[in-house]
């Protein structure tokens, strides 16, 4: 699987963590003060976009002098990549304290025998 930005002007990328678990792929994204209904979620053959704004607080209009700013606001997005194409009913999305999470199921789980040609 692959994550790679599309191109739009982003200015952050959420801290994401991937893993299997059973016959499921587990995509989470740390997304704190952004509500689920402003989270983009689309399916394009292969790729699952996640897309979304974190908007700033008012007092980044001026009203305020900061001692330190380390969140960060505006524009987001991943994308990733499966090897097969996914269906509605393969994925399951929850918001739950700040945390997008993710589940794929699994095209083949559990181990696959890979049969090896003589080249001919």
Known sequence: MVSQPTGLPLTWEPPTDIYATGDKIVICLELAGIAP?????????????IAGERRRPPCYAG??????AEINYGPFERV????ESLEQAD?????????????VRAASPGPRRIVVGDGE
């Open 37 to 49: 209904e402003a989270i983009d979620l689309v399916v394009e053959g292969r790729r699952l976009r």
């Open 63 to 68: 009203e305020c002098a900061f001692s330190q």
């Open 80 to 83: 990733f990549e499966f090897p």
């Open 91 to 103: 994925l399951r999305a929850t918001c739950t304290d700040g945390f997008l999470t993710i589940e």
